[in-house]
T-cell receptor, first 113, second 112 residues
Framework: NAGVTQTPKFQVLKTGQSMTLQCAQD?????MYWYRQDPGMGLRLIYYSASEGTTDKGEVPNGYNVSRLNKREFSLRLESAAPSQTSVYFCASKGAATNEKLFFGSGTQLSVL | KQEVTQIPAALSVPEGENLVLNCSFTDSAIYNLQWFRQDPGKGLTSLLL?????REQTSGRLNASLDKSSGRSTLYIAASQPGDSATYLC???????????FGGGTRLMVKP
């Protein structure tokens, strides 16, 4: 079982460059999420998609865009990377029921120089 | 706005000790609360999920309790082992949308 797969695992960008973080889940989950984790700040929600075709802003959406390509895939795009976006990014997914557990990918460590 | 706090931020115990990790939240209108484990450089793994109507959940040596009215949850780990060393995070799902709010975590070290 692959679960939630994120690519790449590591990335270094220069300020102003763009990139897309990819996420795919094979559990037929409806909901998918993008979080960032920073020391002293915990995990913060960037964007989420409650179902295929819908996306909503989370706590820290500025500087990011997302695409729910299909039920399996949810990508996060940085159009013009900034040093403040240096972080570890996690994708997660959850089934349709209210009280289902959240499953996480292994993360992408992003450095913006 | 929901705020989740975990105390202590770090904890070191000898192997075999029973221990309690604490989680508090400011808004008691929650759907559920989850406890996660995070190993260094890895993603989060869900350990236990307590629904708002439940008081506790158990899995092996882990027991999580929930007191909604006081805004508190505890994770009890029995007979701790070095393999339990990790960061433990709690997260609550409120009734506004589909979002979880995470605490800052407790970094646990179990010494042999």
């Amino acid at each position: 079982n692959a679960g939630v797969t994120q690519t790449p695992k590591f990335q270094v960008l220069k300020t102003g460059q763009s990139m897309t973080l990819q996420c795919a889940q094979d559990m037929n989950h409806n909901s998918m999420y993008w979080y960032r984790q920073d020391p002293g700040m915990g995990l913060r929600l960037i964007y989420y998609s409650a179902s295929e075709g819908t996306t909503d802003k989370g706590e820290v959406p500025n500087g990011y865009n997302v695409s729910r390509l299909n039920k399996r895939e949810f990508s996060l795009r940085l159009e013009s990377a900034a040093p403040s976006q240096t972080s570890v990014y996690f994708c997660a997914s959850k089934g349709a029921a209210t009280n289902e557990k959240l499953f996480f990918g292994s993360g992408t460590q992003l450095s913006v120089l | 706005k929901q705020e989740v706090t975990q105390i202590p931020a770090a904890l070191s115990v000898p192997e075999g000790e029973n221990l309690v990790l604490n989680c508090s939240f400011t808004d008691s209108a929650i759907y559920n609360l989850q406890w996660f484990r995070q190993d260094p450089g890895k993603g989060l793994t869900s350990l236990l999920l307590i629904q708002s109507s439940q008081r506790e959940q158990t899995s092996g040596r882990l027991n999580a309790s929930l007191d909604k009215s006081s805004g508190r949850s505890t994770l009890y780990i029995a007979a701790s082992q070095p393999g339990d060393s990790a960061t433990y995070l709690c997260a609550v799902r409120g009734d506004a949308g589909n979002m979880l709010t995470f605490g800052g975590g407790t970094r646990l070290m179990v010494k042999p």
